[in-house]
């Protein structure tokens, strides 16, 4: 639905400390579960709009915005930052750091966009308490920390977020990318993968680099695997099926002259069909084992570090969605695309208690950042800010609102 013309008044007379409001949180990322700072200032600007908070999986912040009878509407934004040194060369760049869980220290930056979805989230409250003439019903907003560890959206449930909560009927949720600034980009049916996370710690023999003949040597070992899991997808799933399987870390050894004793790697497997999903991961632990009783070392360690579900956006709720975001925005300005191979925890709210969500994406660039050679910088990358902040920040509250409204508008 189109919004009431008042609500773009207050968005464009509030702009500038939109913008304000951004950057200061932007300079402020805080990692994963560690979001002390963040959840004390969403906590302050929802008190300060007279609602009540509730604080759940550590630094999860809640508040339930009453407004009458009405339907109940969840709205879901994450707050945490990545382990990323920033190299925007923005005059509000991060410098924060943080401590990661082995306890190294680490450079902290919202690769990924979240200090918008924090924004966002905090203004679409502000403007439905202030403009309650409008609507009728409750809506739950959801601050969500851990997104990228996946630890966030359980934590929150683990804490009892839906036995003490009123449930909603339907919730939403949004994310900034390196999309045109002004458009949405929204998915009927799955709309991201399922995601699983690995470690590997591959267990030899050491001894001096002089003398391999006394060593297993984990490297090598290490390094066949790797190579061999690059099969998975080309060899061993259809090409009517998405997966894909990256190798993003490798560790061993300490100094040039000794074959290590150990070596570590972590990969990261995307997948859409469950199905699929148990072939990949049954195939890479069988290359795993395989390849360690092929140079005689010992049986290697394999862990599960984390998991995302699927991401599933309702088909009938996603059309809803769409029809009132192009009804705000102009059709032009509406994209419908299939799903997309990055992951999200965001599902585990609706999947938690059967009811069905919205999931869709916000461009941040300007046009001319699509004219030259190379694309806009991409979420976990060091360079990753939208250059057109204002539209940014304006479409995501317009398309927030629309969607909420939709349901709960009068």
Not at 57 to 73: D, M, R, S
Not at 78 to 84: A, E, F, K, Q, S
Not at 129 to 158: C, N
Not at 217 to 246: C, F, H, K, N
Request: hydrophobic content about 40%; aromatic content about 8%; some cysteine.
């Amino acid at each position: 639905m189109s919004l009431h013309p008042t609500l773009r008044e207050s968005i464009s007379a509030d702009l500038d400390r939109i913008v304000a409001d951004y950057k200061d949180f932007h300079r402020t990322p805080e990692l994963s579960m560690q979001e002390t700072r963040t959840a004390a200032e969403i906590d302050a600007r929802l008190t300060d709009l007279g609602l009540t908070t509730h604080t759940y999986g550590g630094t999860g912040v809640v508040a339930v915005i009453e407004n009458g009878k009405g339907p109940v509407i969840g709205y879901r934004a994450d707050i945490d930052g990545l382990p990323i040194a920033e190299d925007t060369g923005l005059d509000y760049a991060s410098t924060a750091e943080g401590i990661l869980p082995g306890g190294e220290t680490t450079a902290v930056m919202h690769g990924c966009g979240h200090d918008t979805h924090i924004t966002v989230g905090l203004y679409l409250a502000k403007y439905l308490v202030e403009h309650r003439q409008l609507w009728s019903g409750t809506v739950v907003m959801l601050f969500q920390p851990g997104e990228e560890t996946g630890a966030g959206a359980r934590a929150m449930l683990d804490d009892g977020l839906w036995d003490e909560i009123v449930r909603p009927e339907v919730i939403y949720g949004q994310h900034v990318w390196p999309g045109r600034a002004g458009h949405i980009y929204a998915s009927k049916g799955t709309a991201m993968a399922m995601s699983d996370c690995i470690k590997v710690t591959v267990r030899g023999r050491q001894a001096h680099g002089s003398q391999p003949e006394n060593a297993v040597d984990p490297i090598v070992l290490g390094a066949y695997m790797i190579t061999r899991l690059q099969s998975v997808v080309s060899r061993e799933i259809s090409g009517r099926d998405m997966a894909v399987v990256t190798v993003g870390t490798f560790h061993g050894g300490l100094k040039e002259n000794i074959i290590p004793d150990s070596a570590v790697f972590e990969l990261n497997i995307r997948t859409f069909n469950e199905d699929v999903r148990e072939v990949v991961l049954d195939r890479v632990r069988r290359i795993i084992l395989a390849e360690a009783l092929a140079s005689g070392a010992p049986e290697p360690l394999i862990e599960d570090m984390y998991r995302f579900p699927r991401c599933y956006n309702d088909p009938d709720e996603a059309e809803a969605f769409i029809a009132s975001a192009a009804s705000e925005l102009g059709d032009e300005h509406v994209h419908v695309e299939g799903p997309v191979t990055g992951s999200e925890d965001f599902g585990a709210f609706g999947d938690a208690i059967d009811v069905p969500y919205v999931y869709w994406f916000f461009g941040g660039y300007s046009p001319a950042e699509f004219g030259g050679d190379e694309p806009p910088a991409g979420n976990h990358s060091p360079f990753f800010a939208p250059d057109d902040i204002e539209t940014t920040l304006s479409t995501g509250l317009r398309a927030g609102l629309a969607a909420v409204l939709s349901k709960a508008g009068k």
